[in-house]
């Protein structure tokens, strides 16, 4: 079984640029979440999708995009990057969005902003 | 509206002394609650859950949390440390409704030989 894989592993972008990270959920997973986590703090819910659509999101502006393929992977977006975009960006996916389910986590996209 | 407060940032033990790391949480529903543990460059690794079944959660590692509903508290334990429990350790709630998870601000946990 294959977990959940990020990539890249580490990015450098510069102020006012777009950035794209990926990730391979789970095999059998079609729920796939993003977190962002600030140095030294816990990771923040950004947005999930199920199915292709997204399904809730966190307290993140409209630059902070994302899309779900039918293969399940995902892509989180980041237009306009901001230096406080800086952060290790993780992804989690599990099965279905009722019920408390376990997420599987990625070891994460670490993105610094210059 | 669902917070959780872990309430030390950093927690110092010695090898085969016990753990403790403390977690409270606020929610206007009954919530599940977790424990993740995340070791440097690797992805966070689910310790325990609970989900209104038995209050004494058990976990992996020898770890295992109390759930009290008065206290509104969660407290991971552990009986002895190990050296390779140094990781960071983070406290999450989420709504049964749903699967987006509220994490504490982590608690780094630093075990001395």
């Known amino acids: 079984e294959t977990g959940v894989t990020q990539s890249p592993t580490h990015l450098i972008k510069t102020r006012g640029q777009q950035v794209t990270l990926r990730c391979s959920s789970q095999s059998g997973h079609n729920t796939v979440s993003w977190y962002q986590q600030a140095l030294g703090q816990g990771p923040q819910f950004i947005f999930q999708y199920y199915r292709e659509e997204e399904n809730g999101r966190g307290n993140f502006p409209p630059r902070f995009s994302g899309l779900q393929f039918p293969n399940y992977s995902s892509e989180l977006n980041v237009n306009a990057l901001e230096l406080d975009d800086s952060a290790l960006y993780l992804c989690?996916?599990?099965?279905?969005?009722?019920?408390?389910?376990?997420?599987?986590f990625g070891p994460g996209t670490r993105l610094t902003v210059t | 509206a669902q917070s959780v407060t872990q309430l030390d940032s950093h927690v110092s033990v010695s090898e085969g002394t016990p753990v403790l790391l403390r977690c409270n949480y606020s929610s206007s529903y009954s919530p599940s609650l977790f424990w993740y543990v995340q070791h440097p460059n690797k992805g966070l690794q689910l310790l325990l859950k609970?989900?209104?079944?038995?209050?004494l959660v058990k976990g992996i590692n020898g770890f295992e949390a109390e759930f009290k509903k008065s206290e509104t508290s969660f407290h991971l334990t552990k009986p002895s440390a190990h050296m390779s429990d140094a990781a960071e350790y983070f406290c999450?709630?989420?709504?049964?409704?749903?699967?987006?998870?509220?994490f504490g601000g982590g608690t780094r946990l630093m075990v001395k030989p």
């Open positions: 989690a996916s599990s099965t279905g969005t009722s019920g408390p389910r376990e997420q599987y």
């Open positions: 999450v709630v989420s709504p049964n409704a749903g699967n987006m998870l509220t």
């Open positions: 609970y989900t209104s079944a038995a209050t």
